[in-house]
Nanobody, 114 residues
Framework: QVQVMESGGGLVQPGGSLRLSCTAS?????MSWYRQAPGKSRELVAG???????NYADSVKDRFTVSIDNDKKTMYLQMNSLKPEDTAVYYC???????????WGQGTQVTVSS
């Protein structure tokens, strides 16, 4: 059974940093971070292929960095210069194969507030 588990969320002041981790079991073609703020739809934050190719939402470019350790089957999201509007539940999404079924983690809360 495929498992996807996030960690690293918490409360941070504006301008601060956090690092999220997502560990998956099984194969990895692509992993992504999504977030969902209260009353809003879920949105893509950043994604990375096992090859290292990345993409980012415009709202987080130059502040967030996504990376992957294929040996540990773990994806990271380094979040710097955090803003209150980054407050959301952050979800990890795993796509083990092209065209295959994807899997979601349970989510981790990130709150940016003074």
């Amino acid at each position: 059974q495929v498992q996807v588990m996030e960690s690293g969320g918490g409360l941070v002041q504006p301008g601060g940093s956090l690092r999220l981790s997502c560990t998956a079991s099984g194969s990895i073609f692509r992993m992504s971070w999504y977030r969902q703020a209260p009353g809003k739809s879920r949105e893509l934050v950043a994604g990375i292929r096992a090859t290292g190719n990345t993409n980012y939402a415009d709202s987080v470019k130059d502040r967030f960095t996504v990376s992957i350790d294929n040996d540990k089957k773990t994806m990271y999201l380094q979040m710097n210069s955090l803003k209150p509007e980054d407050t959301a539940v952050y979800y990890c999404y795993l796509l083990p194969y092209i065209g295959g079924v994807g899997y979601w983690g349970q989510g981790t809360q990130v709150t940016v507030s003074s």
